[in-house]
């Protein structure tokens, strides 16, 4: 693949000034109308030899372009908020809205490579991050990505040539990009390095294009005429990859899994004159824990899902009241906005991950895709049988950062349901609670049964656990919930 960019291009000066209004002018006006069809996005990767000339691609292609809608994220040393963060953090944090052209300089490929150059990461590693990327990009272009990656690549005597006139004092003076020499000077050791990756991240989905950077005409034109293109074909929506035709993911068990809620024992209760002591001894040691110096270390991830009138908010409110209100943020999930929807499903919720020291409950959360959207037909069979994986790269991404992730299902009968939601008819202070939606998902019963059965089969792990909460009995339901939460931290912090 490299040696395919070693043969020597160039483009005259003349050719240039021909050629170059007229690609502006055509990515000029590809750039608005995928503007106002809201497509794509378009992201390119742009990365590759060091003295390439991939800063210099870069800005010129936000001079050819409207700056306000093509944005360039030079990814470098990690800041302190990110590094209070999962890696994966700070790149879903830069994605670019549906309509709109994000540019990553370097991204996730030179922070693989810099790793494993300082011996952070092993030789195994590396090929899980490796996969981990590709599960990533795939991710991407299922989500309606168009992904372009380039590799800008001199060969070792044009490398030569570039640290030679960038040595020279008069020119160091005027660059306006910097080159790390000594990284550069590294060329032998990089580059089976640098084959590597480009063979094993080079996919169907996502291909490197190699691009030849001694000649900056060249490499200009090249990398435009390639992002022109790309636009193009999404503005007309003609697929840049293979469309797939058999739902990924796993199919819903043949098994009669819904077993695992009917099997539930509703019938346990706590006595109502225990509770008080109950509910203060399990959030006082959930205080004392989330306050260990050891507790810095690591983040808190609480997920609540559950039946229509399980009790979500009240075990929610007793779990907070156990916490220092500075430490935690409560985030109430709804169906995603009009702005949300610019977006890659998850990208909401990776906003929201807490930092370490820190807590973020999810009053529902990223599971709305294999319930609500899976039974209201709200997305496509497709979308739901990938979510399964999806979601579970995303909470191992957290959980290896330090997270500790609780999640929790509320478990209601439909006779109690009920019952609920007519006391909430009668109580003034609840009526908002209760919506004609509520009712007419009731209808829907069996089908929100074998979502969450099926949720809990493929995405309960040893690392993300599901806790079935018996919640006919509030009582019950709120103090095993802070029991479980007590538990899991016990044993992480241990």
């Known amino acids: 693949?490299?040696?395919?960019?070693?043969?020597?291009?160039?483009?005259?000066?003349?050719?240039?000034?021909?050629?170059?209004?007229?690609?502006?002018?055509?990515?000029?006006?590809?750039?608005?109308?995928?503007m106002q069809a809201r497509k794509g996005p378009v992201l390119m990767i742009i990365t590759g030899v060091e003295g390439g000339g991939r800063s210099e691609t870069a800005n010129k292609l936000t001079e050819w372009m409207d700056p306000r809608h093509i944005h360039v994220t030079a990814f470098g040393t990690r800041s302190c908020e990110e590094l209070a963060r999962p890696p994966a953090w700070r790149y879903w944090r830069a994605l670019p809205p549906k309509g709109g052209i994000g540019v990553f300089l370097n991204a996730w490929y030179t922070e693989m490579l810099d790793a494993r150059v300082r011996g952070k990461l092993s030789a195994r590693d590396l090929e899980f991050y490796l996969q981990?990327?590709?599960?990533?990009?795939?991710?991407?272009?299922?989500?309606?990505?168009?992904?372009?990656?380039f590799w800008i690549h001199l060969s070792k005597p044009a490398l030569r040539e570039r640290l030679e006139e960038f040595d020279q004092h008069t020119r160091a003076r005027r660059a306006l990009f910097k080159i790390d020499t000594k990284r550069a000077r590294m060329y032998q050791t990089l580059r089976p390095l640098w084959e590597e990756m480009l063979r094993e991240t080079s996919t169907a989905d996502a291909p490197?294009?190699?691009?030849?950077?001694?000649?900056?005409?060249?490499?200009?034109?090249?990398?435009?005429?390639?992002?022109?293109d790309t636009m193009k074909r999404v503005i007309s929506d003609t697929p840049t990859g293979p469309r797939r035709t058999i739902s990924p993911g796993p199919a819903p068990s043949i098994v009669d899994n819904v077993k695992l809620l009917r099997s539930l024992d509703l019938t346990q209760r706590i006595p109502e004159a225990d509770y008080p002591k109950e509910i203060a001894k399990w959030q006082s040691r959930l205080a004392e824990l989330t306050q260990v110096k050891r507790f810095r270390d690591h983040s808190l991830v609480l997920a609540f899902e559950g039946a229509d009138a399980a009790g979500k908010g009240?075990?929610?409110?007793?779990?907070?009241?156990?916490?220092?209100?500075?430490q935690y943020v409560t985030v109430p999930t709804a169906a995603p906005t009009d702005a949300e929807k610019l977006f890659p499903y998850l990208w909401r919720f990776w906003l929201r991950v807490p930092p370490r020291g820190g807590i973020t409950i999810f009053d529902r959360t990223w599971y709305g895709r294999v319930l609500v959207e899976r039974v209201e037909g709200l997305c496509?069979?497709?979308?739901?049988?990938?979510?399964?994986?999806?979601?579970?790269?995303?909470?191992?991404?957290?959980?290896?950062?330090?997270?500790?992730?609780?999640?929790?299902?509320?478990?209601?009968?439909?006779?109690?349901?009920?019952?609920?939601?007519?006391?909430?008819?009668?109580?003034?202070?609840?009526?908002?609670?209760?919506?004609?939606?509520?009712?007419?998902?009731?209808?829907?019963?069996?089908?929100?049964?074998?979502?969450?059965?099926?949720?809990?089969?493929?995405?309960?792990?040893?690392?993300?656990?599901?806790?079935?909460?018996?919640?006919?009995?509030?009582?019950?339901?709120?103090?095993?919930?802070?029991?479980?939460?007590?538990?899991?931290?016990?044993?992480?912090?241990?």
């Open 314 to 326: 009240g075990a929610i409110r007793r779990v907070t009241g156990a916490l220092d209100a500075r």
């Open 208 to 228: 490197w294009i190699v691009v030849e950077g001694q000649d900056d005409h060249y490499r200009n034109l090249t990398v435009g005429t390639v992002l022109l």
């Open 380 to 494: 496509s069979e497709f979308d739901w049988r990938r979510a399964y994986d999806e979601i579970n790269q995303f909470e191992e991404q957290v959980v290896e950062d330090g997270a500790i992730v609780c999640k929790f299902w509320l478990q209601v009968s439909k006779s109690e349901q009920y019952r609920r939601f007519k006391a909430r008819e009668k109580t003034p202070f609840k009526r908002f609670k209760i919506t004609a939606e509520d009712w007419r998902n009731r209808s829907k019963w069996d089908a929100y049964q074998q979502a969450v059965a099926d949720m809990v089969d493929q995405t309960s792990s040893e690392l993300a656990p599901w806790t079935l909460v018996e919640a006919e009995d509030k009582y019950f339901a709120r103090v095993k919930i802070l029991k479980t939460i007590v538990r899991r931290l016990t044993e992480a912090l241990d």
């Open 132 to 149: 981990e990327t590709r599960l990533f990009e795939r991710m991407l272009v299922d989500e309606g990505f168009a992904l372009l990656k």
């Open 1 to 34: 693949m490299l040696e395919s960019a070693e043969v020597g291009h160039s483009v005259s000066k003349a050719s240039y000034a021909r050629r170059e209004p007229r690609l502006r002018e055509a990515l000029l006006n590809a750039q608005f109308d995928l």
